[in-house]
């Protein structure tokens, strides 16, 4: 068995349970090309698998450099903390947005629905995007990753 086999699949579950993507049968497909049967994968899912990817790729690199120990539950952490710092400041965005347009003679330009809602599985607005939070699903999975990744460290 691969050392990073465990990573991939709660990454997978991840993607299933909470994102809503398909079941991938090649999850190196998946991970290279972003695709599960020849259909890309959505905005979402690319975006957390570049996030896993890019803290798998440090920490692992970091046992090489700096004799560290790789953990997978600790990247897995660190990529849904990473993950969810980007959720938020694409919220926070539009919050902005939203706010500054209603100080203006903009008022009827607000955003749209459709952007409000188009990563409905991970944060949801109110108020025509004056206010957000995080879904259940997002923020379950976000704990779940840290109670793993605390078990695991070393004592």
Known sequence: ??????????????????LGTPQARNLE???VFNVIRD????????????H?????????AMVDTH???WRWETTFNRAMKSYRGAVYAWAQEIK??????????????LVPRDTLQQFHTL???????????LT????????????AAEAKAPT
């Open 1 to 18: 068995m691969q050392a990073h086999a465990p990573l991939l699949g709660c990454g997978h579950q991840f993607l299933t349970t909470v």
């Open 29 to 31: 497909r998946l991970i």
């Open 39 to 50: 259909q890309l994968v959505s905005v979402e899912s690319y975006a957390f698998i570049r």
């Open 52 to 60: 896993a990817v890019n803290h798998f790729y440090r920490d692992f």
């Open 67 to 69: 004799a560290k120990i």
């Open 96 to 109: 902005v947005f939203s706010t500054n347009r209603m100080y203006t003679a903009q008022k009827k330009k």
């Open 123 to 133: 944060v949801q607005f109110q108020d025509s995007g004056f206010a957000f939070r």
């Open 136 to 147: 259940p699903a997002f923020l379950r999975a976000i704990q779940c990753a840290k109670d």
